[in-house]
């Protein structure tokens, strides 16, 4: 008797799943950047490095990204987390869109100490 309700308890569970759909059909715009970071000494170029995306607020546009990625990957003239030296140029960009690209000419919350 308890193997019969086992079974049947399985195939429930088996059956339920079954029509399910593996991922949404739904179409989403592409938002995620990846991070492009070049060095003035190239070796520690950055191609494709973490995340971020675009905020709009009033008038202005925001790239949002996670400035902790200079923290541990910097040139060896950096001494703190600033694009005074060491960076020649910080792009974001979308995989599926490589030549539309943000430029980083400025970090709202620049800390040299840091």
Known sequence: MKSTILTVAIFIIVSSCYGREATSSKKFEDIALVNKIDFFDSKFNQ???????LLKFNQDTFAVTAKHLIKFIKSDEMEGVSLDNGIKNWMLFNLNKPSENVVVDKLLNENKNE
């Open 47 to 53: 191609m494709k490095l973490g995340c971020g995306f």
